[in-house]
């Protein structure tokens, strides 16, 4: 696993205890939380006024767009199973339900173009569709 932070490639080892630079020397996890949190810090720059609006409103929910139109059979029983684990685990979600807010599609589409619902956030950040979720 590589993350690329501010130009640097950190390489976890396989054991998950340390992180090694480019340049083969170890460094702590405690550097790695802190490179993370510098780029979702206070000097994070946005594309937009949207994505800034959203990452103020959604730091730390979860967000599922859903719709609930029932003409599309297959992506109307993917949001619905989507919603169902969410309900199983107990976790409280802020759904977004394209059908009935037509901002709710401009938002979707300006986060991730070509998208298609379910689609499931984490202060967000995309963690992916049906499939991902029911994995």
């Known amino acids: 696993l590589e993350l690329y932070l501010g130009g640097d490639a ?8 340390a992180i090694v630079t480019p340049d083969g020397t170890v460094r702590g996890k405690k550097n790695l939380v802190r490179s993370v ?3 979702f810090g206070p ?12 990452y103020n409103e959604e730091k730390g929910k979860i967000v599922v767009y859903v719709t609930s139109v029932q003409a599309v059979r297959d992506v109307y ?14 976790l409280k979600i802020q759904v977004k339900d394209i059908a009935m807010d037509s901002r709710f599609i401009t ?8 998208s298609s619902v379910p689609q499931v956030l984490v202060s967000c950040i995309n963690i992916g569709g049906a499939k991902r979720i029911q994995e």
């Open 10 to 17: 950190l390489r976890l080892v396989s054991d998950d205890r």
């Open 37 to 39: 949190l510098q780029l």
């Open 43 to 54: 000097n994070t720059t946005f594309a937009s006024p949207l994505e800034e609006r959203l």
């Open 77 to 90: 029983e993917k949001s619905q199973r989507v919603l169902k684990i969410f309900e199983l685990l107990r």
């Open 107 to 114: 938002e979707l589409e300006e986060r991730m173009p070509g």
